[in-house]
């Protein structure tokens, strides 16, 4: 079993619609919770980064963590097709150490 | 900002020969430096970890004596393939960590290509 399971996807959803991504990990050591967005071909970018348990908003997208149940969402609001990417959660134990990375999650908004 | 570059970007050798990727941090000193693989439509996988001055640490199951690793100054890191061969194509992704911070920025990535 992984540490960090994600959906691969696709997932396909209109314009304007919200886009609601999960993981879930199995250890309980990870402290730390990142989501990354990954264009084809493109190294990965930070969108959100959160520690321990707790919501977290930055204009559209919001990531929440619940550690009780090794839980961790990202919702994008208004998704636009330039959303379409592959969206990776990430964790960590500590800060500063390495990242272990769930599998990704492809999306694809439709306009 | 946080801007790390990689070069080259994409880079297609001969089997046998050994390939060179720089990764730089633009506008930030990097203490910590990482270094990943990833094949298609597949996550990241850690290949190892170099902090400035010393040396690598290798993930379980990584050659170091293939995944030559040199993290000479705050700014610079470089991954060397050596002796390449087909199952080495992949894309391989660098990121930097600011010291004292948390987050790693990453690069664009080198598609390397074997043949």
């Known amino acids: 079993q992984k540490e960090v399971e994600q959906d691969p996807g696709p997932l396909s959803v209109p314009e304007g619609a919200i886009v609601s991504l999960n993981c879930t990990y199995s250890?309980?050591?990870?402290?730390?919770f990142m989501w990354y967005r990954q264009y084809s071909r493109k190294g990965p970018e930070l969108l959100m980064y959160?520690?321990?348990?707790g919501n977290k908003e930055d204009g559209r997208f919001t990531a929440q963590v619940d550690k009780s149940s090794k839980y961790i969402s990202l919702f994008i609001r208004d998704s636009q097709p330039s959303d379409s990417a592959t969206y990776l959660c990430?964790?960590?134990?500590?800060?500063?150490?390495?990242?272990?990375f769930g599998g990704g999650t492809r999306v694809l908004v439709k306009p | 900002g946080a801007v790390v570059s990689q070069h080259p970007s994409r880079v297609i050798c001969k089997s046998g020969t050994s390939v060179k990727i720089e990764c730089r941090s633009l506008d930030f000193q990097a203490t910590t430096m990482f270094w990943y693989r990833q094949f298609p439509k597949q996550s990241l996988m850690l290949m190892a970890t170099s902090n400035e001055g010393s040396k690598a640490t290798y993930e379980q199951g990584v050659e170091k004596d293939k995944f030559l690793i040199n993290h000479a100054s705050l700014t610079l890191s470089t991954l060397t393939v050596t002796s390449a061969h087909p199952e080495d194509s992949s894309f391989y992704i660098c990121?930097?960590?600011?010291?004292?911070?948390?987050?790693?920025?990453f690069g664009p990535g080198t598609r390397l290509t074997v043949l």
């Open positions: 990430a964790m960590s134990r500590a800060a500063g150490n390495k990242l272990t």
């Open positions: 250890n309980s050591a990870f402290q730390y």
């Open positions: 959160t520690y321990s348990s």
């Open positions: 990121s930097a960590q600011r010291g004292g911070e948390d987050t790693q920025y």
